[in-house]
């Protein structure tokens, strides 16, 4: 069996109101680091996670949303959005900051299908 | 075969730490190995040897404690998220152990499946 | 690949978004998603739908909590603890629709 495996993040939940988003990006962090085959799926509420122009100074909560500028730098370049997802929330790719690729469900569901290891939190 | 748990909730409030210690319990009786049970986010209470439960209630952190007791479980509590909820070594549960993020990811090499129980 | 839902179907979305994106295979309801197995909900023709793409089980413990085991719908599985063991066993993958 080959060492590196297919690991996707499945992110349905939206930042800030709970920390299952922040917590999940520390946990990609440091897959990046096992040299595995990464990549991240934003699907429902996900999609906030990458929504542009987030300010938290009034709710005195660190702003993590610039990490997810930083992955390229780790090499994880790969981010799927859910297209339908997308346009439920009235969003396109230019509110989002970071470069993503949209996928129709369906796509979205055969690339789950093909992953080694799929965490969701 | 190997499986990897994640938990991702604490006792008591969310029903993911029985359901994953029922499914771990199984696993075992059916022969399968648990490589390691992996506690995150919230599910890092689940390690707090400060728990009490009433008499008539099941003990949830001594039930984990006794399964990695007599079945040499791995269980491994993140550190991240525990600092940030008050666990540390002074009141982890017997068979509770904290480390890094690493050891999850190492789980998800490791096991031929992950299971994630959260909410 | 095996999908596992733990939440209603009438009060959240996971449900919905596993049916809309998975493409197939099985499908195991735990916790409080045993409520969409079972019939007379708004939810049981959505269910019987999803059946025709998807094998549904239901964690039989988990529907007896909840006393609705008389409410079962038709054609979805139970399986016990050492069931689900063995669905996630001989799927190729799994993920957890939290």
Redesign the interface.
Known sequence: MSDIKKFMFVNRKAPYGTIYALESLEVVLITAAFDQDVSLAFLDDGIYQLRKGQQTKGIETKNFSPTYRALDGYDIEKLYVEKESLEARGLSEDDLLVDVIVLPRAEMGELMDQQDVVLSF | MKFGIVINEGPYQHQASDSAYLFCKAALEKGHEIFRVFFYHDGVNNASRLTEPPQDDRNIVARWSKLAEEHKVDLVVCVAAALRRGIKDENLAPGFRISGLGQLVEAGIQADRLVTFGD | ?LH?V?KSPLTN??FD?CL????G?DILL??DAVYAATSGSAMEDKMREAMKRFTVHVLQ?DLEARGMADRLLDGVSSV???G???L??Q????????
């Not at chain 3, 809309?20 to 493409?23: E, G, K, L, Q, S």
């Open positions: 690949m596992i733990n979305g996971a978004s809309r994106v998975a493409t295979g735990i916790e413990p016990d603890y050492g689900f063991v063995e996630v066993a799927s190729k993958n799994c993920q957890s629709w939290l």
